[in-house]
């Protein structure tokens, strides 16, 4: 059965930084785009960033853009997602997934990981 398992969570004040983890198991890493997506209370699944299976295309939604950095570690089978400049507004549940394509839908995403959380104090 196909894992994703999130790190690098917790709580920072605004301004800080955070690098999370994803790594995967039981999946041919190299055969998927890999996405980030967080869910904020009161709110729906929000696109983050996501990056193509080689490394060489990424995207990321405007709300993040210039602050977080989404790269992939095919020999560690582990995505990453660098945090900064952090803002209260990016308090949320940070969730990886998994793809064939690089996407920035939701629902498009095959496999998802548990989730963690990013607290951000202003």
């Known amino acids: 059965q196909v894992q994703l398992v999130e790190s690098g969570g917790g709580l920072v004040q605004a301004g800080g930084s955070l690098r999370l983890s994803c790594a995967a198991s039981?999946?041919?890493?190299?055969?998927?785009?890999m996405g980030w997506f967080r869910h904020a209370p009161g709110k729906g699944r929000e696109f983050v960033a996501a990056i193509s299976w080689s490394g060489g295309s990424t995207v990321y939604a405007d709300s993040v853009k210039g602050r977080f950095t989404i790269s992939r570690d095919n020999a560690k089978n582990t995505v990453y997602l660098q945090m900064n400049s952090l803002k209260p507004e990016d308090t949320a549940i940070y969730y990886c997934?998994?793809?064939?394509?690089?996407?920035?839908?939701?629902?498009?995403?095959?496999?998802w990981g548990q989730g963690t959380q990013v607290t951000v104090s202003s």
């Open positions: 997934a998994a793809h064939y394509e690089l996407s920035t839908k939701s629902y498009e995403y095959n496999y």
């Open positions: 039981r999946l041919t890493f190299t055969t998927y785009a």
